[in-house]
Structure formats: structure tokens, C-alpha cells
């Protein structure tokens, strides 16, 4: 299975970017897939999480109304629009997938490389 993440940035305070990330390998729209980010000198965090057929979503607290996580299992692809960036946003977001279609049990299995975002206050 590989996951290939893109879409990272450099924007400004208050700018959208959208994430992008394709998955190949294994049927795609069995899997739950989540976003998560890792900012320098701290630790790699869940910002969002989708199921297998997109009815369920998790969002981090920090996150809620800004960021949406969608898929697109005709396209293999799982977004993550951010939208009202903040400079707290600023890290390496990875895209990942779960042996599972949820995403409840926090499992996962797969890692993309990283995508920068940066966000200049």
C-alpha cells in the first residue's frame, strides 16, 4: 500500500489550503483514513478521520469548523480542506490508513511521507 501525500504550503493567517492524498495498493473504499500533523519538537497528533464510506468523521478540538476531512473512493483520495489556517496549524501533515473501515479503534497501518504547511502570522 502506498500513500502519497500533497498540497502543502506556505499562507498566510486566515488562508485555505486543501490537502490531498492518494492511495493505492488495496481497495481504498474498505479502509478509514485519517490526517494527522507533527510539528517540531512535539508529538505526531490525530487532526481528522473519516470511514470507509465517509458517514463518520473525527475532527480534533482545535480543528472543529475550520478543517473538513472528505474522501473520494472512485478517486482513491482522502482531502483535508483547512480553511482560517493559524500559525499553530504550522507542521508536517501525513495522511493514514487503518486496517479497518472505522476509525474508532485508532489502528493504523499505512503512512504517506508528509506535507509541509506553514502558516505566517
Known amino acids: 500500500v502506498q500513500l502519497q501525500a500533497s498540497g502543502g504550503g506556505l499562507v498566510q493567517a486566515g488562508g485555505s489550503l486543501r490537502l490531498s492524498c492518494a492511495a493505492s495498493g488495496r481497495t481504498f473504499s474498505s479502509y478509514a483514513m485519517s490526517w494527522f500533523r507533527q510539528a517540531p519538537g512535539k508529538e505526531r497528533e490525530l487532526v481528522a478521520a473519516i470511514s470507509w464510506g465517509g458517514g463518520s468523521t473525527y475532527y480534533k478540538d482545535s480543528v472543529k469548523g475550520r478543517f473538513t476531512i472528505s474522501r473520494d473512493n472512485a478517486k482513491n483520495r482522502v482531502y483535508l480542506q483547512m480553511n482560517s489556517l493559524k500559525p499553530e496549524d504550522t507542521a508536517v501533515y501525513y495522511c493514514?490508513?487503518?486496517?479497518?473501515?472505522?476509525?474508532?479503534?485508532?489502528?493504523?497501518?499505512?503512512w504517506g511521507q508528509g506535507t509541509q504547511v506553514t502558516v505566517s502570522s
Open positions: 493514514a490508513s487503518s486496517p479497518r473501515g472505522t476509525w474508532t479503534t485508532f489502528e493504523y497501518d499505512y
